[in-house]
């Protein structure tokens, strides 16, 4: 059983350029969420996408766009690239419209570099 | 607004020592979720426990338990008979309501080092 899946593993891009960011959830999850987390930082949450829309959005600029697809997978966009978006970000699934109660398991993240 | 707070930046053990992270979180919730995460330096989150705040049990998993204090907004986590391989970044979390979603808010973590 596949665990949560990232792509690519690291990134690095210049100021003002765009990237986009990809995410399988685990086998029999469909809602995905998106994390940044700044170097000696906690993670801070981005937004979560369950039925293929954006339900929910962190404190983020309209910069940060996502999308998820029929078979549940998920794509964060970034553009306009700043040295402050230099993060690891990291995408978790979980299970259908669990709520509360329902455990957010991670991927191994994408590292972004911005130079 | 719900925060979490770790007031331990580092921590470091002697392997096979007991050992206790804090945590304190605000939130006006009734029912909620707290978890602890641990990310070891491949990055990856792992989810080590989590405990449901309606339930006045403490949650036990294997080496690692917790001492969840509602009143006191408290969720500390100890791990007994430390190992190597729990040298890691541990992240206290909290789940919370979004209209309909879920985010986690996180800690800024503390960094455990077990020394052989």
């Known amino acids: 059983d596949a665990g949560v899946t990232q792509s690519p593993t690291h990134l690095i891009k210049t100021r003002g350029q765009q990237v986009t960011l990809r995410c399988s959830p685990k086998?029999?999850?469909?809602?995905v969420s998106w994390y940044q987390q700044a170097l000696g930082q906690g993670p801070q949450f981005i937004f979560q996408?369950?039925?293929?829309?954006?339900?929910q959005r962190g404190n983020f600029p309209d910069r940060f766009s996502g999308h998820q697809f029929p078979n549940y997978s998920s794509e964060l966009n970034v553009n306009a690239l700043l040295l402050g978006d230099s993060a690891l970000y990291l995408c978790a699934s979980s299970k259908p419209r669990g709520g509360l109660k329902e455990t957010q398991y991670f991927g191994p993240g994408t590292r972004l570099l911005v130079l | 607004a719900q925060t979490v707070t770790q007031s331990q930046p580092e921590m470091s053990v002697q392997e096979a020592e007991t050992v206790t992270l804090s945590c304190t979180y605000d939130?006006?919730?009734?029912?909620?979720?707290l978890f602890w995460y641990k990310q070891p330096p491949s990055r990856q989150m792992i989810l080590v426990i989590r405990q449901e705040a309606y339930k006045q049990q403490n949650a036990t998993e294997n080496r690692f338990s917790v001492n969840f204090q509602k009143a006191a907004k408290s969720f500390s986590l100890k791990i007994s008979d430390s190992q190597l391989g729990d040298t890691a970044m541990y992240f206290c979390?909290?789940?919370?309501?979004?209209?309909?979603?879920?985010?986690?808010?996180f800690g800024q973590g503390t960094r455990l080092t077990i020394n052989p």
């Open positions: 086998s029999g999850h469909d809602t």
């Open positions: 979390a909290f789940m919370k309501r979004l209209q309909g979603a879920q985010k986690l808010v």
């Open positions: 939130t006006s919730e009734s029912n909620y979720y």
């Open positions: 996408y369950y039925e293929e829309e954006e339900r």
